[in-house]
């Protein structure tokens, strides 16, 4: 019978257990490490965040050079391939930067940042324990939990004027929101801005001209639609747009729309340039 001084609760089925995988579903324990690569798993995870491993899966094994290659992906997985791949190549990314980061608190003319940007608030940070951040169980976040993340760290970057690495993000996160089909204006908005920032002006202008199908006075489509005809140089689009965003703000901003509450400091900057023109 084990000792009862080293069982621990299963935090992904409620289990009592003792050893580093639980008894009854099999998730890692506190100091499990992975049995492929030999990271340190997150306590209730079923894969490993650094190799994908399924949990419990023997170690690895060279593959013979005369060994056949295997057969390409099916053609309906490819998306979700291509997205997990450069899901994962932002994690490594993150953690590198993270390494080195220092707290500093940005701001800009897009979104508000009430605090200082650092590896706890910081997208794919994980829990953390006498200071150390452990990585997070990406198997699971939701396709739109990681689009979400990727969104906010583009514009963290872009608001601290690190152009080159939010244009970098930008271009992963627009992959993330393909594979999402974005069905509200909500995404839309998020893929347009992501589509402009990484220079996809005919992605962003297309995002656009749907939210302001669903609604013509839309503040996010109106603003969205501003940004790709600044880029673009139309001026007179630029005026059009910018006189019909003042001209129904008060009316939108009182129907208390989500993605409006969610987007207040983009629509705020919006307004005070539109009022310039």
Sequence with gaps: MSNTSDSVTCPSCGTTSAGKF??????ALLGAPCAACSTLLTPGARFCHRCSAAVGAPARAATPPTARPQPPPSRTLLPWVIGTAAVFALVIIVAVQQSSATNTTVAGPDIP???PMSATSAPFAGGSANGVVRAPDISAMSPRERADRLYDRVMRLAAAGKSDSATFFATMATQ???????ADNDLRYDYGRMAELSGNLPVAKKQADAILASNPDHLLG?????????????TKSVARLSKT?????????????EEYERHKGDIDAALVVARRK
């Design 176 to 182: 993330a929101y393909e594979i999402l089909d974005p």
């Design 222 to 234: 109106l603003i969205l639609a501003v940004r790709v005809a600044q880029l673009q140089g139309d």
């Design 22 to 27: 639980c008894g009854e579903c099999g998730s």
């Design 113 to 115: 940042l009430d605090g």
């Design 245 to 257: 965003l003042l001209a129904v703000q008060a009316t939108e901003l009182s129907k208390n729309i």
